[in-house]
T-cell receptor
Framework: AQSVTQLGSHVSVSEGALVLLRCNYSSSVPPYLFWYVQYPNQGLQLLLKYTSAATLVKGINGFEAEFKKSETSFHLTKPSAHMSDAAEYFCAVTGTASKLTFGTGTRLQVTL | GAGVSQSPRYKVAKRGQDVALRCDPISGHVSLFWYQQALGQGPEFLTYFQNEAQLDKSGLPSDRFFAERPEGSVSTLKIQRTQQEDSAVYLC?????????????FGEGSRLTVL
């Protein structure tokens, strides 16, 4: 079985500051890991994915994440936050062909 | 269309009514998923289709929930005798090559409110 834990349901950063959203996973098989973003009243959009190639994954909008097997982590970062980054972010894992399991989400607030 | 289309976007039902939610996946996408997202929660898996075959329905919460995809394209999620706990956003997602890419494209969801 696979699961993810997102630490912090709400994160607030100043515009221009580093964004760090935490995700730890549990998987009985080598995992595929994902970060999705959800803007209000919109569907989930894929930010980036790890599928056992490079451990440092770059995504859209300047986000990146690093797969660390020893720490079972896949934290999402962005060097400089922008107001438009305010949204809900979901970490997700799959280890089988049929199911993507999501975390409970982290709401990112960006302040001036 | 260019993306996954879901209808209706909003549905209000009285407790006990039956509802049907429709999903039009991206053309050519063989994999189709339904998820349920309660307020303030992450999406929870309901069911998965590969073409017209329903390969996994382990997430359907009760026998009141039924999904179909008879021609391997449009899918319908049906909820019979709705209950207040069924209130949620129902998300549909599709993929051309899920097993290799692991990438899903999500619709905007159908928000169901049961009174």
């Amino acid at each position: 079985a696979q699961s993810v834990t997102q630490l912090g349901s709400h994160v607030s950063v100043s515009e221009g500051a580093l964004v760090l959203l935490r995700c730890n996973y549990s998987s009985s098989v080598p995992p595929y890991l994902f970060w999705y973003v959800q803007y209000p009243n919109q569907g989930l959009q894929l930010l980036l994915k790890y599928t056992s190639a490079a451990t440092l994954v770059k995504g859209i909008n300047g986000f990146e994440a690093e797969f660390k097997k020893s720490e079972t982590s896949f934290h999402l970062t962005k060097p400089s936050a922008h107001m438009s980054d305010a949204a809900e972010y979901f970490c997700a894992v799959t280890g089988t062909a049929s199911k993507l399991t999501f975390g409970t989400g982290t709401r990112l607030q960006v302040t001036l | 269309g260019a993306g996954v289309s879901q209808s209706p976007r909003y549905k209000v039902a009285k407790r006990g009514q039956d509802v049907a939610l429709r999903c039009d996946p991206i053309s050519g996408h063989v994999s189709l998923f339904w998820y349920q997202q309660a307020l303030g929660q992450g999406p929870e898996f309901l069911t998965y289709f590969q073409n017209e075959a329903q390969l996994d329905k382990s997430g359907l919460p009760s026998d009141r929930f039924f999904a179909e995809r008879p021609e391997g394209s449009v899918s319908t999620l049906k909820i019979q005798r709705t209950q207040q706990e069924d209130s949620a956003v129902y998300l549909c997602a599709s993929s051309r090559d899920w097993m290799n890419t692991g990438e899903l494209f999500f619709g905007e969801g159908s928000r169901l409110t049961v009174l």
